[in-house]
Nanobody, 125 residues
Framework: VQLQASGGGLVQAGGSLRLSCSVS????????MGWFRQAPGKEREFVAA????????NYVDSVKGRFTISRDNTENTMYLQMNSLRPEDTAVYYC???????????????????WGQGTQLTVSS
């Protein structure tokens, strides 16, 4: 599977933006798909994830109620809808996939084996 993130940009605080992750190649319903972000000088952190075949999404506490992860299997695309953006959301956002192992809920970076290139989100105050 190959991933390509897009949709980043410059947004004012309180605004909204939707990131897309184009998924190509072989996909399986049990793949676990996620979004991570990395701010300057910080570690890459988990943001949200969902099973490619559907199910309950998982979010980091700081984005709950503001971000929504979804996927469109017919379009082979994963999305991250981001509302009520804050300056602290500024980061490079990466989409990732876990394509091996048992199904479950994963948030650690090393649980994901496939990564797309990042897309920059900047939220101005």
């Amino acid at each position: 599977v190959q991933l390509q993130a897009s949709g980043g940009g410059l947004v004012q605080a309180g605004g909204s933006l939707r990131l897309s992750c184009s998924v190509s190649g072989r996909t399986e319903s049990n793949y676990y798909m996620g979004w991570f972000r990395q701010a300057p000088g910080k570690e890459r952190e988990f943001v949200a994830a969902i099973k490619w075949g559907g199910g309950r999404p998982n979010y980091v506490d700081s984005v709950k109620g503001r971000f929504t992860i979804s996927r469109d299997n017919t379009e082979n695309t994963m999305y991250l809808q981001m509302n009520s953006l804050r300056p602290e959301d500024t980061a490079v956002y990466y989409c990732a996939a876990r394509t091996w192992g048992l199904s479950g809920v994963f948030t650690r970076r090393n649980a994901f084996d496939t990564w797309g290139q990042g897309t920059q989100l900047t939220v101005s105050s």
